[in-house]
């Protein structure tokens, strides 16, 4: 047995609407902590005046959200984009690989991570040719060294390998 | 059998990753002195993003050097965090002269009185001041003063009713209120982004007067008498504006013109410090040099060494004496 | 104006201007289309090369590579849903979805005329009534900006999504993010939580590249490809109709066309607004007089259009200022400021008269570059194509390869990348929850001019916000901005009932 006006109820809107508010409410928290004020410089407008507002637009927004999730008429249809938990995992996973390519490839060098990383990012999408996973992630990142290198004179960093 | 593969591929490179910082510092142990100099291509860390006029001092500077230097000279840009990431990293890098700074008051003098930088005003070794670049007030023509001396009456009779535009905290900002003080006349100050914006905001009659930190951006209207240039505040006369005197003329004693130089990371041995002075001085009256320069409206005005020391002295005591006055900071 | 033709064309037309004009497009054109490379880095980098050119050849390099920087971005945009530049960041709202279609020839060549014809007219206007525009430009002041840039942030929020609750909070956030670092008027530090990297404030590049680039990353990684067949981006129709724009299709767009680049010269004409903002704000004033405004957002050729004509447009519109007034109008035209001086030609009223010959040999080769733009884009075209046909598992991990090299080298900090992975991360939780990610980019973009012309106001009027609605141009955004809001719902409502 649902209540009545429960029945239009989209408890998705309803979380998006929370998080908004969350959102706001925590910069409202942060402001007096995080904003430094300097005396002396006679503005109009204080530094915290504008996160203050979007903050508070941001709560006001969260809250329309949340209102559009329980009352009807259903605004407009939210896809349902979540795929499988399997995608999930490896869209979390190459979040994480992503983080330690990037703490590794100053320290090994650019050229050598990004071969390997290339290898195991074109697994994860399901590639299993070897030969294009190795020569494909060699070639590419020698190409991208040249060219911010050679062509450009950027160096990129070059740690124990290359 | 998939996830044990993925496992795999993580364990690996956690080692790999282990294996790396063993052997990275390994490398790092024993710097041995250096006899010769230069062996290697030298770098100049702009702390700024590319295009600015300080890459282009330092690009123009790197483009002359390996003449003298026999060896590369690299520009790289290293901004954020208002310069004080590149500040910090030259500040802190080894003294061996193969890192150099592009070094302007923006990150050795401003963000170390405002108690931004993890670093010190003197904890760079001064190479060399390649120029300065006038600073300059301007009102439009349409203004009841054509000239400072009616500007200040006008001033002294409407008190923080003249409104002047100009970047804030920095070289402008704080130069003019330096002679605001000495002169005893208030101005309502709006801040703006950059020296362009403050003369667009004078063209537009927006503000009373721009204040901005090089003549560059005013000469072309001035010449068009679309402005009238008010005061510069160099030592001399700039060369563009004959006619518009200087802050010290007047009577107020207030030298302030943003330096560009090169400098280094402090301890820099004495015969690499004297290399590079000497092959800063040649690089300052290479023809080539000098006439580029020229044409991008910096004015060269070669200080090294110690002389480029006491403009960050003089700078550091102005701008600190200022801020504490008009207690900009806490 | 006539007398000064002969001698400059004389000037311009050489092999060397040809051929260097056209490497300047082409390298614009690449460097555009590639995520995580960007356009401002590249013309700081060719910089010093363009002191030791001829001054029509140095300057006419930089012009190929904004044209086709300009324009290029808008390639990764249809194609991969990725933008290369910020100003593209429009251009993926409908041309990804043709691409989808089986329609990326389509999209791709209506890009390309569209950028065409908004550069070809905004020269036009720049070489005949530059100094009459720049007087108009002048009479913005605080007051007139803060109200055109809340009207361009409401139209962003509005437009960019069906939901426009999270299309604004998008926006939102996105100035919030700008407020990181230090107070552009006071200096003090906001929200850097101790962090010096953060005093600067977020920096712009790898935030884009992560917002854009990484979320589609892990957008794509969700789907595996299979190992027996090739798994592409997107396919490409065999149909002829569907890689043309036909001469009908051309007609019923000529005036977003129209509307579009005289946005476009407006917005660029105005130093410190800039090509992603007028691309929005077209796209917005296109979507809200179609006759098909529901198709907006699912493959609208209409969309494609306005949103390339309006950002190309700014390029000949964002040199008014420039050559005019000597005041940029955006980071590359401030570099590009650089370069006149280097050869001499001081950018301001005089310009016109001390250097006439060489001003319009410059511009002679502003249209020859516009002609040429056509025919490169349109081989390039071709060949951009072709990166459709390479399978996913091989594109996207190349593509994080740049953008992990790209967000290193604007400032050679590993901070940066952090930067970039966190955007990454926060895009990809957006786009799963249909929050669109380009307001919050506007927002960022817009945040700074926002806050400061609202102090810069706020002083000039002795703290009042009166003159917002007194001074007649700002009033007209204001009245805008309500007008436009307005009207957005109630087309959204009536194309609803009419599914209905």
Known sequence: MKLPFLRHTN??????????????????????????????????????????????????????????????????ESKSTFTSRESTFRVLLSIVLLIVYSILFPIIGFVATSALFFFIYAY????????????????????????????????LPHGVLF | MKKGLLLLIILLVTFGMVFATGTAEKKTAAPKPTEEYPTKPIQIIVPWGAGGRTDINARMFASIAPKYLGQPVVVINKAGGGSVIGGEYVAKAKPDGYTLLAITPGTNVFPVIFKKAPY??????????????????????????????????????????VTYACVPLKAPQLGFLRWADKAGLQFKFVPVGNDAEAVEAA???????AMTSSVATIISHVNAKKLNALMVFSEKRDTHLPDTPTAVELGYNVVASPFTGIAGPKGLPPNVLKKLRDVFAKVMKDPDFIKIMKRIGESIDPKIGDDFLAVWKNDYEGYSEIVKKMGLLK | ???????????????????????????????????????????ALLLPITFYMQPIAGISLLLGVYKGGTYGGSISAILINTPGAPAAAATCMDGYPLA????????????????????FISDIVLITIAAQIAAIALKFGPTEKFSLVFFALCTIGVVSSEDKIKGLSAALFGIFIRTIGSDPITGSSR?????????????FLPHLIGLFAVSEFFIQIERKVSSSKKDIVAPVSKNREDNIVTWKEFKANIKTIIRSTLIGIGIGALPGSGSAISAFVSYGAAKNSSKEPEKFGKGSLEGVFAAETGNNAVTGGALIPLLTLGIPGDAITAIMLGVFLVHGLVP???????????????????????????????????LFTKLLSISRAILFPIVIMICVAGSYTVNSNIFDVYVMIFFGVLGYIMKKFNFPVAPLMMGYILGSLLETSLVQTMILSNGSVLPIFTRPISLLFVILTVFFVIWSLFIQRKSRANKI
């Open chain 1, 11 to 76: 408890p998705r809107r309803i979380i998006e609407g929370g998080v908004l508010i969350l959102l706001g409410g925590a910069i409202l928290l942060l402001i007096p902590v995080e904003i430094q004020r300097i005396s002396g410089m006679e503005t109009k407008l204080s530094p915290s005046f504008l996160p203050s507002t979007v903050a508070i637009l941001l709560i006001l927004m969260g809250l329309a959200l949340v209102i559009q999730g329980i009352l009807p008429p259903r605004p407009v």
């Open chain 1, 124 to 155: 994860l999408f399901g590639m299993r040719n070897l030969i294009k996973m190795t020569g494909g992630g060699i070639a590419a990142s020698v190409i991208v060294w040249l060219f911010f290198e050679k062509l450009f004179n950027i160096p």
């Open chain 2, 120 to 161: 010190g005003t003197f904890d760079f070794d001064p190479i060399g001041q390649i120029g300065s670049s006038t600073m300059a007030i301007a009102s439009k023509p349409d203004r009841p003063w054509k000239n400072v001396k009616e500007l200040i009456e006008y001033a002294k009779k409407h008190p923080g009713q």
């Open chain 2, 203 to 209: 063209l537009g009659g927006h503000v009373d007067i």
């Open chain 3, 1 to 43: 104006m006539l007398t000064h033709l002969v001698p400059a064309a004389q000037l311009f037309f050489t092999i060397q201007n040809l051929l260097i004009v056209s490497l300047g497009l082409f390298i614009g054109i690449t460097i555009g289309a590639i995520p995580g490379l960007n356009v401002p880095m590249t013309v």
């Open chain 3, 100 to 119: 989808r279609q089986g329609k990326a020839g389509k999209a791709l060549r209506a890009s390309i005329y569209g950028s065409v014809i908004g550069e």
């Open chain 3, 191 to 203: 929200f850097t939580f101790g962090i010096f990297n953060l005093i600067g404030g977020i920096p």
């Open chain 3, 348 to 382: 301001g009223p005089d310009l016109f008269v001390k250097s006439a010959n060489i001003i319009y040999a410059i511009f002679i080769g502003l249209i020859v570059a516009n002609i040429l733009h056509f025919f490169i884009a349109s081989i390039g075209l071709r």
